[in-house]
């Protein structure tokens, strides 16, 4: 694995990788590898938070491991789980005694691997992302504590697995639930607000390398002023630049409020939104 030297490191290494960092972005990345600890994430949807662990994956060149959670997470989706059918298999076509059967069924060819455990038992170095933690219920959030604290899950049929080569471990938050202090506990914190003006020209102009400079400063002021309204969801940066591709796509070199308005569908989801905006723009 690259070891970066300072934060000033990372910023340029993240920057390689298309991903544009800030200063406190750099400094938690680099304290997060030193002291070997993993990093939340959290911020509003669509500021970079996933974005961030791809890029660690493609500057270290390791394997992304991505577990995506949501309402009704459980160990069986997340960890590990026993192949049921393949056990069944194993039952019906034996006709010893059921201790002997027991004790074969559940051993490692039986064993289903989850993102959890499989980024554990990697013989390489992996990139764990656990995207949108704060969807999963607050029991599912305690079986994560394990892995986070000690890099090692326990599985009562075969003990406790101890990872073969740490993995550098990225959680995201959404905040749409307050985590527990024990998982804040085991991590560094960082925050990823949406941008400022400049670093959102910045991004735009490094995710579309065909924009005009101009086009770039257009996009983000304005982008910035509707997120300055109180909207149902502000446009996020990926649809910023979902935005700048738009224009582009569209023949449009320089923005104004009818290109905005008949545009705002690429920025905005909620009817009441657009509404909102056309409303301000008019």
């Known amino acids: 694995m690259t070891t970066f030297a300072s934060p000033a490191e990372v910023a340029d290494a993240l920057k390689g990788a298309g991903y544009l960092s800030t200063d406190r972005i750099s400094q938690v990345v680099f304290l997060a590898e030193r002291l070997e600890k993993p990093v939340l994430v959290e911020g509003p949807a669509g500021v970079g938070k996933t974005e961030l662990a791809k890029a660690l994956a493609a500057i270290h060149e390791r394997r992304l491991i991505r577990l995506q959670c949501y309402e009704g997470l459980d160990e069986s989706k997340a960890l590990y789980e026993w192949n049921y059918r393949k056990q069944l298999l194993r039952l019906q076509a034996d006709t010893g005694d059921w201790d002997t059967v027991e004790g074969d069924i559940f051993t490692e060819p039986f064993l289903l691997e989850r993102p959890l455990l499989e980024a554990l038992r990697s013989a390489e170095p992996v990139i764990l992302l656990i995207d949108e933690v704060d969807r999963v219920e607050i029991e599912t959030e305690a079986l994560l504590l394990e892995v986070l604290a000690d890099f090692q899950a326990s599985i009562p049929e075969l003990g406790t697995i101890v990872a073969q080569s740490q993995p550098l471990v990225v959680l995201t938050s959404n905040n749409t639930r307050e985590l527990s202090d024990a998982l804040k506990r085991r991590c560094l914190f960082l925050y990823i607000d949406y941008p400022d003006v400049e670093r959102e020209r910045e991004i735009l102009l490094t995710r579309v390398p065909e924009l005009p400079q101009r086009l770039a400063e257009q996009i983000a002021g304005v982008v910035r002023h509707i997120r300055s309204l109180p909207l149902r969801k502000p446009p996020s940066v990926s649809e910023s630049i979902d935005w700048a591709r738009t224009l582009l796509a569209l023949g449009i070199d320089e ?28």
């Open 255 to 282: 923005v104004n409020e009818g290109v905005t308005v008949d545009t705002l569908n690429v920025l905005l989801k909620y009817q009441a939104d657009l509404d909102k905006v056309a409303g301000d723009l008019s």
